[in-house]
C-alpha cells in the first residue's frame, strides 16, 4: 500500500471521495433535494465540495445503482425541478455506513489522539 | 430567459463547452448531465443576489472547468456499477442478454430479437462489446440449424422439358439432375456446424466476463 505524502493536498481529495457520497446519502435522508439545493448543503461542510458540478456525475452514479431516485416537481419559479430522494437500498447503504465510518473514526481519533499525547 | 444578457450568453458558452466535452458519454448520459448543470445554474442565478457578469462567472467557477467534471462522470461510470452495498452479480436484463443473445434463437428466432434489444440497451457493455456479440453470430447457436436449412447441396431433378402439346404431359423419359449451391468437404462443414453453434455461447460468457470486469471498482 502507498503511504500518502502527510499535508499533500492529495489527502483531502482522498478522503472526500469517500465520504462525499455517504453526505449526499445523510442529507436526502431528512428530505428529497433538487441539485442546487443539495449542492448548497453539501457546501456547508468546508472543503466537502471543490467543484460543484462534479457532484452531477456522482448523483447520476447514485441514481443508476439505485441509491437514490428521482422525481419531477413544479416549482413556484420557473421550470419543473427534479428532486433526489433516498432508496430504501440508499438508506441501508447508509445505516451500514455510519456504523463503519463511527467505528472508523473513533478508532482513528484514538490512534490519533494517543499519538499527540 | 427571454432576452440575451451578457450572463445568458456565458451560461450558453460553458453549457456549449460542456457538452463537447461530454462527447466521450453516452448520448443520454450527456444530455442528463447538461441538463442537471444548466438546472443548477438557472436555480444558481435565481437565487444570487445579483445576475451580472462577474458573478455568474463566480458561479462558473465553482462549477469547474467543463472538463473536470467530465472527467468526473468518466471516473463515475468506471465505478457506476458498483454498488457500495449490494450483489456483484450480473443485474436479471443483462443476464437475460447473455442467454438470449446465444439460445434465443430456439425461440422462433424472436427470442434473438430480444436478446439484441437488452445487450444494446445496457450500459454494461461498450459499443464494440455490442457489436461483436450481435454479430456473432445473428440468430446465435440457431444459426447453424438455419445454415443447414439453405440449400447448401442440393440436387435438383427433373425431367427434359419436353411437354406433349395435345396432352400436356411430359413425354421426355430423359431425367436431368443439377445441383446447385456450394458445398464443403465434410470435415470442414462439421468444423463450421461446431463454430456456429458454439461462437456464440463463447462470445456470450466473455461479455459476461466483461460486464462483470466493467463492474470491478478502480483501485485509486
Redesign the interface.
Known amino acids: 500500500m502507498q503511504c500518502m505524502e502527510p499535508g499533500g493536498a492529495n489527502n483531502l481529495a482522498q478522503l472526500r471521495r469517500g465520504v462525499l457520497v455517504f453526505c449526499v446519502l445523510a442529507i436526502l435522508r431528512k428530505d428529497e433535494r433538487y441539485g442546487f439545493d443539495l449542492v448548497r448543503a453539501l457546501g456547508q461542510v468546508d472543503g466537502l465540495v471543490t467543484t460543484e458540478g462534479t457532484i452531477y456525475p456522482l448523483l447520476a452514479r447514485l441514481r443508476r445503482t439505485g441509491l437514490v431516485d428521482t422525481v419531477w416537481r413544479e416549482s413556484e419559479a420557473g421550470p419543473p425541478r427534479r428532486y433526489y430522494r433516498l432508496t430504501d437500498q440508499g438508506q441501508r447503504a447508509l445505516t451500514v455506513w455510519l456504523e463503519d465510518w463511527t467505528r472508523f473514526r473513533n478508532g482513528v481519533d484514538r490512534l490519533v489522539g494517543a499519538a499527540h499525547d | 430567459m427571454t432576452e440575451g444578457t451578457v450572463g445568458d450568453q456565458i451560461v450558453a458558452e460553458y453549457l456549449d463547452q460542456l457538452r463537447a466535452a461530454a462527447d466521450v458519454l453516452p448520448a443520454a ?1 450527456r444530455e ?2 447538461v441538463a ?2 444548466g ?2 445554474l ?3 442565478r ?2 444570487a443576489l445579483r445576475d451580472d457578469d462577474g458573478t455568474v462567472r463566480t458561479l462558473l467557477d ?5 472538463q ?2 467530465v472527467a ?2 468518466v ?3 468506471r ?8 450483489s456483484r452479480r450480473l443485474p436479471g436484463r443483462d443476464q437475460a442478454a447473455t442467454l438470449l443473445l446465444p439460445l434465443g434463437g430456439f425461440l422462433f428466432l424472436v427470442g434473438w430479437f430480444a436478446g439484441v434489444i437488452l445487450l444494446w440497451t445496457s ?1 454494461h457493455w461498450t459499443t464494440r462489446q455490442k457489436v461483436i456479440g450481435t454479430l456473432v453470430f445473428p440468430f446465435g447457436s440457431a444459426s447453424a440449424l438455419i445454415l443447414g436449412t439453405l440449400p447448401g447441396r442440393s440436387t435438383v431433378c427433373g425431367s427434359g422439358g419436353e411437354i406433349d402439346v395435345e396432352t400436356g404431359r411430359n413425354v421426355s423419359t430423359e431425367v436431368v439432375c443439377s445441383s446447385q449451391g456450394f458445398s464443403l468437404p465434410g470435415w470442414l462443414g462439421a468444423v463450421v456446424f461446431v463454430v456456429m453453434v458454439f461462437a456464440p455461447i463463447a462470445v456470450s460468457i466473455w461479455l459476461s466476463s466483461r460486464a462483470h470486469a466493467y463492474r470491478r471498482p478502480v483501485p ?1
Open positions: 448520459r442528463e448531465l442537471e448543470v438546472a443548477h438557472q436555480d444558481a435565481r437565487e465553482r462549477l469547474g472547468p467543463p473536470e467534471i468526473a462522470a471516473a463515475e461510470d465505478t457506476a456499477t458498483t454498488p457500495p452495498v449490494g450500459e485509486s
